[in-house]
């Protein structure tokens, strides 16, 4: 599992394995910071965390007015697209990151799902 990276600080040919450090200038590898799909890792990680997040916002402010609501809707779908787990299936090492991330990406997805549910059988006022 742990092929060889050069070193970000000095080029230096280092194993990617998590902890290494750099015999040249003592750069530490990192979890997110080892070889390119760790970086794509970290960067999936935050937009697990951030996309939920910025959908539910959307949602809420998108539900003063219908014509919003629709613009709030295409955006949660395309943003639950995105970040959906199938198209990162290549970066998880292990089977509890792809079972940790499908978890939080159903979760999220369903409750905010289920709040676009509730703002459309409700109706809008005005
Ligand atoms: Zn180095």
Redesign the pocket.
């Known amino acids: 599992m742990s092929s060889l990276i050069n070193?970000p600080?000095?080029n230096?040919e280092?194993l990617s394995r998590l902890g290494t450090v750099?015999p040249?200038?003592g750069?530490t590898v990192g979890y997110f910071n080892g070889d390119k799909k760790r970086k794509i890792y970290g960067k999936f990680f935050a937009l697990t965390v951030f996309v939920p997040f910025i959908s539910f916002i959307t949602i809420l402010f998108a539900s003063q007015n219908k014509y919003s609501m629709y613009v709030g809707i295409a955006f949660f779908f395309y943003l639950a697209i995105k970040s959906c787990p199938l198209l990162f299936k290549d970066i998880f090492l292990t089977k509890f990151e792809k079972v940790f991330f499908w978890g939080i990406w159903i979760i999220a997805n369903s409750l905010i799902f289920s709040m676009i549910f509730n703002v459309l059988r409700k109706g809008f006022e005005g």
């Open positions: 070193c600080e000095c230096h280092i750099c040249e200038c750069y």
